[in-house]
């Protein structure tokens, strides 16, 4: 089987890189080639800017795919424009969506295919409806053969999760220091995070399956945690207790707004989702990688690159921020 990655250097599609070259596919990678390092050893790279639909046809000239991976895009015009490029060369043409576009907060404890979506916090999730829509359409009046696929929360090794930004050392050097971390709520909301090997395990199995032609998917792991619990495997796995700090979300939101959308939008509010339809489709799925095993992998990473281990102007700042804002306001009602 020949695939398509547009972009391939990402969280998700270097993990689905992998499993699909332990598969036996043969893969494409088509991005500006500015991260080689990132492309293993099998792939074949082609270069073109993604949003360039000349460039794109350019690169993929006298080409054709059993599936196309769409991991980059987030504007109708962007399916739009995948679709006269690709609608004659493959015979799949993969979305990467996101978990967020359902309607938040969900309308029922667990979420399913068929939860309705709708964000109206996140601008992101939105873009992305709005592209799951363009071809739903294009489904209908053309029919191009498209799969969704909506990841959730999902991680690999060098990222921390938390509310704050996943992609540094962050949250787990305040934790390291004893300093105090932010935790939205009561840090009793429930969260699902998936690591990326388990989530390319689905992804790659959906790949060249005519069944899976007009479906749409979530992948993720069966666990769920709140995130005081995340914290504490966090410290866990670093040999030290955090010192959490419950606030409240709409206080954070105020605070910083530009974390409004993705805390309210998303990470504010529980999700678990029910994997029996991409069971169904790709018997093979079976999460193996729990939380505490995959911060371990991701912790151990950052031993490897002690570089890196340093604390995220970022994140100090706005969790300095949040919790100055927050003292002052406990003195003045006395709690």
């Given at each position: 089987?020949?695939?398509?990655?547009?972009?391939?250097?990402?969280?998700?599609?270097?993990?689905?890189?992998?499993?699909?070259?332990?598969?036996?596919?043969?893969?494409?990678?088509?991005?500006?080639?500015?991260?080689?390092?990132?492309?293993?050893?099998?792939?074949?790279?082609?270069?073109?800017?993604?949003?360039?639909?000349?460039?794109?046809?350019?690169?993929?000239?006298?080409?054709?795919?059993?599936?196309?991976?769409?991991?980059?895009?987030?504007?109708?015009?962007?399916?739009?424009?995948?679709?006269?490029?690709?609608?004659?060369?493959?015979?799949q043409y993969v979305f990467i969506s996101s978990a967020s576009a359902y309607r938040r907060p969900a309308l029922t404890p667990v979420?399913?295919?068929?939860?309705?979506?709708?964000?109206?916090?996140?601008?992101?999730?939105?873009?992305?409806?709005?592209?799951?829509?363009?071809?739903?359409?294009?489904?209908?009046?053309?029919?191009?053969?498209?799969?969704?696929?909506?990841?959730?929360?999902?991680?690999?090794?060098?990222?921390?999760?938390?509310?704050?930004?996943?992609?540094?050392?962050?949250?787990?050097?305040?934790?390291?220091?004893?300093?105090?971390?932010?935790?939205?709520?009561?840090?009793?909301?429930?969260?699902?995070?998936?690591?990326?090997?388990?989530?390319?395990?689905?992804?790659?199995?959906?790949?060249?399956?005519?069944?899976?032609?007009?479906?749409?998917?979530?992948?993720?792991?069966?666990?769920?945690?709140?995130?005081?619990?995340?914290?504490?495997?966090?410290?866990?796995?670093?040999?030290?207790?955090?010192?959490?700090?419950?606030?409240?979300?709409?206080?954070?939101?105020?605070?910083?707004?530009?974390?409004?959308?993705?805390?309210?939008?998303?990470?504010?509010?529980?999700?678990?989702?029910?994997?029996?339809?991409?069971?169904?489709?790709?018997?093979?799925?079976?999460?193996?990688?729990?939380?505490?095993?995959?911060?371990?992998?991701?912790?151990?990473?950052?031993?490897?690159?002690?570089?890196?281990?340093?604390?995220?102007?970022?994140?100090?700042?706005?969790?300095?921020?949040?919790?100055?804002?927050?003292?002052?306001?406990?003195?003045?009602?006395?709690?």
């Open positions: 089987m020949r695939v398509l990655f547009i972009g391939g250097t990402g969280n998700l599609s270097n993990a689905c890189t992998q499993w699909g070259l332990e598969k036996n596919i043969e893969i494409f990678h088509l991005n500006r080639g500015n991260r080689p390092e990132k492309t293993p050893a099998g792939v074949t790279s082609l270069k073109a800017d993604a949003r360039r639909p000349d460039q794109v046809r350019a690169a993929v000239a006298g080409m054709r795919f059993d599936a196309v991976v769409q991991f980059l895009g987030f504007r109708r015009e962007h399916v739009e424009a995948d679709a006269e490029v690709f609608e004659e060369i493959t015979d979420i399913t295919e068929s939860t309705p979506l709708g964000n109206p916090f996140w601008e992101y999730s939105r873009l992305k409806i709005d592209c799951e829509e363009a071809l739903v359409r294009l489904g209908k009046e053309r029919g191009f053969r498209y799969t969704i696929v909506r990841p959730s929360h999902t991680y690999d090794n060098g990222w921390i999760p938390s509310c704050f930004g996943s992609t540094d050392y962050g949250v787990a050097w305040r934790i390291r220091e004893g300093r105090q971390v932010v935790v939205p709520g009561d840090g009793e909301s429930v969260w699902t995070l998936t690591h990326a090997t388990d989530f390319a395990k689905g992804l790659v199995g959906l790949l060249g399956n005519p069944a899976a032609v007009g479906e749409a998917f979530h992948i993720t792991s069966d666990e769920f945690l709140t995130w005081n619990m995340i914290h504490a495997a966090i410290g866990a796995a670093l040999g030290a207790s955090p010192r959490l700090v419950h606030v409240p979300s709409a206080f954070i939101a105020r605070i910083l707004p530009e974390r409004a959308a993705g805390l309210l939008g998303d990470k504010a509010t529980s999700a678990i989702f029910d994997n029996s339809k991409i069971r169904r489709f790709v018997p093979e799925f079976r999460p193996t990688v729990t939380f505490a095993e995959g911060i371990r992998r991701s912790l151990a990473w950052y031993d490897s690159h002690p570089e890196l281990k340093k604390p995220s102007p970022t994140v100090d700042g706005e969790m300095d921020k949040i919790l100055d804002i927050w003292r002052k306001a406990e003195a003045l009602t006395g709690r």
